[in-house]
């Protein structure tokens, strides 16, 4: 199965201020079509994940656009522009190009 | 508007199989291209993708489970069925579905395993 590497576990930041997650997987998640399985997704507290971002890099329907996804081959990184209170949660990549779908372990995002 | 929910038997004891229903509304599971998808978590851990199926009733399993897992869906294509045979307490988890590609997710529901 491929492995997601998520780092850092934990995140705190204050609000406003400008974070970056990373993933790295332990294989290339570009697929044979041309697309790159790569998604990042929110779970806030006692709530569902959320999708944020698909294929890389495209925004989700009415996520807002502090948040941005970049990378591609093995290496993603999750950026917020402009922490706010809401966007405390855990954060997960997950990869769909590659049978079984396998997520990260988490970034936990505290607000100090 | 794309609604899911997950139901189940919220307890039962280990060795039993446990059977899962996803409700959904706001699409249909006979359009071309449709996946739902089950994933489950356990507390404070990272999330585990199931099983899904698709609109052609093609099931797709994670290998790990693979030999305890079916999948299936109703001739109305409103609900998909999970179920896992002799459960133990490492299948403790809240469980989701989700229509692919993962933009919409139930509420999900919590399982226990215990004597």
């Known amino acids: 199965d491929v492995v997601l590497t998520q780092t850092p576990s934990i995140l705190s930041a204050t609000i406003g201020q400008s974070v970056s997650i990373s993933c790295r997987s332990s294989?290339?998640?570009?697929?044979?079509?041309?697309?790159?399985?790569l998604y990042w997704f929110l779970q806030r507290p006692g709530q569902s994940p959320q999708r944020l971002i698909y294929?890389?890099?495209n925004l989700g329907s009415g996520v807002p656009n502090r948040f941005s996804g970049s990378g591609s081959g093995t290496d993603f990184t999750l950026k917020i522009s402009g922490v706010e209170a809401e966007d405390l949660g855990v954060y997960y990549c997950?990869?769909?190009?590659?049978?079984?779908?396998?997520f990260g372990s988490g970034t936990k995002l505290e607000i100090k | 508007q794309v609604t899911l929910k997950e139901s189940g038997p919220g307890m039962l004891q280990p060795s039993k199989t446990l059977s899962l229903t996803c409700s959904f509304s706001?699409?249909?599971?006979?359009?071309?291209?449709?996946?739902v998808s089950w994933i489950r978590q356990p507390s404070g851990k990272s999330l585990e993708w199931l099983a899904a199926?698709?609109?052609?009733?093609?099931?797709y399993y994670n290998p790990s489970l693979k030999s305890r897992l079916t999948v299936s869906k109703d001739t109305s294509n409103t609900q998909v069925f999970l179920k896992i045979t002799s459960v133990d307490i490492a299948d403790t988890a809240t469980y989701y579905c989700?229509?692919?590609?993962?933009?919409?997710w139930g509420q999900g529901v919590m399982v226990t395993v215990s004597s």
């Open positions: 294929l890389v890099s």
């Open positions: 997950m990869q769909a190009t590659h049978a079984p779908l396998t």
């Open positions: 989700a229509q692919g590609p993962f933009d919409y």
């Open positions: 706001g699409f249909s599971l006979s359009t071309s291209g449709m996946v």
């Open positions: 199926i698709d609109w052609d009733g093609d099931k």
């Open positions: 294989q290339s998640l570009l697929d044979s079509d041309g697309n790159t399985y």
